[in-house]
T-cell receptor, first 110, second 114 residues
Framework: GESVGLHLPTLSVQEGDNSIINCAYS??????FIWYKQESGKGPQFIID?????DKRQGQRVTVLLNKTVKHLSLQIAATQPGDSAVYFC?????????FGKGTTLSVSS | DVKVTQSSRYLVKRTGEKVFLECVQD?????MFWYRQDPGLGLRLIYF???????EKGDIPEGYSVSREKKERFSLILESASTNQTSMYLC?????????????FGPGTRLTVT
């Protein structure tokens, strides 16, 4: 089946830096994409989503960019804080459910 | 706020036991899902349900069954627990066409089978 992957399993940044987490997807027919954050011991929490009729969407301190030409999705976190340390998953719409990537662990040091 | 609750945060069971994991959502969502999450493998879909009494197999249904008798409740059943079913189990719900809307997740149940 189709799968969503992430470029890097881990990312380490300094507090205050901007973080960029990347994701590649394989199904060119996918039209809905979403980022989740999962803190240790908790379920995934919604961060931001984007549909294929958009290239960019901004939230509070987060921006998602979608490049349909190369099937690439990225999450940008501005002024990264220690509380942003977590595993981040991208997902795309499948036939019956979201299809998740394997996750990038973001570590923020002060 | 949408709330998805799971009956247990931690569970320890013996090999061969029948195990029930319960999930309840309070937002009248049509769709409910069960995933398991393992290190290096991400989230894998076990079963999902798009309506009461309706279910569909996900990617890894072997060894599991589900029940949805009421819209707000979705149960995962391990008929005869085995050690390879030790995992984190996550329940989720969503509205509308499954896969095209945000899924709301519960806190997870960490199941250990000894």
């Amino acid at each position: 089946g189709e799968s969503v992957g992430l470029h890097l399993p881990t990312l380490s940044v300094q507090e205050g830096d901007n973080s960029i987490i990347n994701c590649a997807y394989s199904n060119s027919a996918s039209d809905y994409f979403i980022w989740y954050k999962q803190e240790s011991g908790k379920g995934p929490q919604f961060i931001i989503d984007i549909r294929s009729n958009m290239d960019k969407r901004q939230g509070q301190r987060v921006t998602v960019l979608l490049n349909k030409t190369v099937k690439h999705l990225s999450l940008q976190i501005a002024a990264t804080q220690p509380g942003d340390s977590a595993v981040y998953f991208c997902a795309e719409n499948g036939r019956t459910a979201l299809i998740f990537g394997k996750g990038t662990t973001l570590s923020v040091s002060s | 706020d949408v709330k998805v609750t799971q009956s247990s945060r931690y569970l320890v069971k013996r090999t061969g036991e029948k195990v029930f994991l319960e999930c309840v959502q309070d937002m009248d969502h049509e769709n409910m899902f069960w995933y398991r999450q393992d290190p290096g493998l991400g989230l894998r879909l076990i079963y999902f349900s798009y309506d009461v009494k309706m279910k569909e197999k996900g990617d890894i249904p072997e060894g599991y069954s589900v029940s949805r008798e009421k819209k707000e409740r979705f149960s995962l059943i391990l008929e005869s627990a085995s050690t390879n079913q030790t995992s984190m189990y996550l329940c989720a719900s969503s509205r509308g066409l499954a896969g095209s809307y945000e899924q709301y997740f519960g806190p997870g149940t960490r199941l250990t089978v000894t």
